[in-house]
């Protein structure tokens, strides 16, 4: 029997995953939710490798735009709704940047 597709209801909102011993949460941004799992986009400052990540014009946090630069992660993640936490500071996707989140959201 094949396995069932799942339905992804749409969803725009962000969040920040929670951080762990090892790990920093980054802020994340929701753009579909299945149950109670999420599909997210990833924001960093630091990028692991320069070809899984795309700069993005401005910051998504207001008060440091133009400070530090923002990657986005090219791949979409998908996780469990609990291992995402409410976001710390307000963000928000410039409307330059728009294109480039639309464009890796699938």
């Given at each position: ?7 992804w209801?749409r969803?725009?909102y962000f969040?920040r ?6 790990k ?14 999420s ?8 990028p692991e490798n320069?070809?899984?990540y ?8 207001p008060?440091e735009?133009?400070?530090r ?6 791949k979409?993640?998908?996780n469990?709704?609990?291992a995402l936490?409410?976001p710390?500071k307000?963000y928000?996707i410039?409307d ?10 699938k």
């Amino acid at each position: 029997m094949a396995k069932k597709k799942r339905k992804w209801n749409r969803a725009h909102y962000f969040r920040r995953k929670k951080s762990t011993q090892h790990k920093v949460g980054h802020p994340v941004y929701v753009y579909g939710t299945s149950g109670r799992f999420s599909k997210y986009l990833v924001f960093t400052h630091t990028p692991e490798n320069e070809q899984d990540y795309e700069k993005l014009k401005h910051n998504i946090d207001p008060a440091e735009d133009g400070k530090r630069d923002t990657y986005v992660k090219k791949k979409p993640e998908v996780n469990h709704s609990d291992a995402l936490r409410d976001p710390d500071k307000k963000y928000r996707i410039h409307d330059d940047d728009k294109d480039t989140i639309k464009k890796y959201k699938k």
